[in-house]
């Protein structure tokens, strides 16, 4: 039953406008963290991890919240137009398991997402002139960068669950990833949901450990993906949740 949901957000999502966000939107953190470091190379000398955090500063606090946020809102638009949500309500299906398709399928779009920043890194680092191989961490900034903006999946699902619009939770997402910088800055990065993006990516020291404990980071993953999904579940089942 499961599967069967899944392929229904799979044909809303096959031609749907977000592929641009897709595209578009981790082509800037790329394009505006290469002229930062090309402008900033005389103090940004370690070559490969230099870039990188030049790509990660506006890749994880600026845009890519915003572009989860926009997959996740998109994936609750239908529901919150012409009445659909008392269609969907009527269906033969467990409301876990309607949160959990729209949960694979945001995940899936930031594996995606992950895959296509990673590609954007290494052409931005090419076409800079950098020499000697790729960071062999690359993949594993990646895996953990993916883990985090899942949990950023399952909070923005529960906000687009809530609020029936499509640019409030993107707000949200921006402002969230914004407060993250302030979050890190004082110590609290594995508690705060936005901040764990930024700490799988190891935005701010590529070259060594985890800013917190791999510990820590898991559990707050597991923490607010735990919270927001049982969240969602009581709100669509005590709530009424028929549009307006």
């Given at each position: 039953m499961?599967w069967?949901?899944?392929?229904?957000?799979?044909?809303?999502?096959?031609?749907?406008?977000?592929?641009?966000?897709f595209?578009?939107?981790?082509?800037?953190?790329?394009?505006?963290?290469?002229?930062?470091?090309?402008?900033n190379?005389?103090?940004?000398?370690?070559?490969?991890?230099?870039?990188?955090?030049?790509?990660?500063?506006?890749?994880?606090?600026?845009?890519?919240?915003?572009?989860?946020?926009?997959?996740?809102?998109?994936?609750?638009?239908?529901?919150?137009?012409?009445?659909?949500?008392?269609?969907?309500?009527?269906?033969?299906?467990?409301?876990?398991?309607?949160?959990?398709?729209?949960?694979?399928?945001?995940?899936?779009?930031?594996?995606?997402?992950?895959?296509?920043?990673?590609?954007?890194?290494?052409?931005?680092g090419?076409?800079?002139?950098?020499?000697?191989?790729?960071?062999?961490?690359?993949f594993?900034?990646?895996?953990?960068?993916?883990?985090?903006?899942?949990?950023?999946?399952?909070?923005?699902?529960?906000?687009?669950?809530?609020?029936?619009?499509?640019?409030?939770?993107?707000?949200?997402?921006?402002?969230?990833?914004?407060?993250?910088?302030?979050?890190?800055?004082?110590?609290?990065?594995?508690?705060?949901?936005?901040?764990?993006?930024?700490?799988?990516?190891?935005?701010?020291?590529?070259?060594?450990?985890?800013?917190?404990?791999?510990?820590?980071?898991?559990?707050?993953?597991?923490?607010?993906?735990?919270?927001?999904t049982?969240?969602?579940?009581?709100?669509?089942?005590?709530?009424?949740?028929?549009?307006?």
């Amino acid at each position: 039953m499961l599967w069967n949901v899944l392929c229904g957000e799979r044909m809303k999502l096959r031609r749907s406008p977000v592929w641009l966000a897709f595209l578009i939107l981790p082509v800037l953190p790329a394009f505006m963290g290469t002229f930062n470091y090309l402008q900033n190379i005389e103090i940004l000398e370690d070559g490969w991890y230099s870039l990188w955090t030049q790509h990660t500063l506006f890749t994880c606090y600026f845009f890519l919240p915003a572009t989860i946020a926009v997959y996740c809102s998109y994936l609750f638009r239908l529901e919150h137009t012409n009445h659909n949500w008392n269609c969907v309500m009527t269906l033969p299906v467990p409301m876990l398991y309607l949160y959990l398709a729209k949960l694979i399928a945001a995940s899936a779009m930031v594996m995606m997402t992950q895959i296509w920043v990673g590609i954007l890194f290494i052409l931005s680092g090419k076409l800079s002139g950098l020499s000697g191989p790729v960071p062999p961490e690359l993949f594993e900034w990646l895996a953990f960068g993916t883990l985090g903006g899942v949990v950023i999946c399952s909070v923005q699902l529960f906000l687009s669950l809530i609020i029936r619009s499509f640019a409030v939770p993107v707000g949200i997402a921006m402002a969230g990833g914004i407060l993250g910088i302030a979050a890190l800055s004082k110590g609290f990065g594995a508690f705060y949901p936005y901040t764990l993006l930024s700490l799988g990516m190891r935005a701010n020291s590529p070259g060594g450990p985890m800013a917190c404990s791999q510990g820590q980071f898991l559990a707050g993953c597991l923490f607010y993906l735990t919270a927001s999904t049982g969240a969602a579940i009581i709100w669509l089942r005590k709530k009424d949740v028929v549009a307006s």
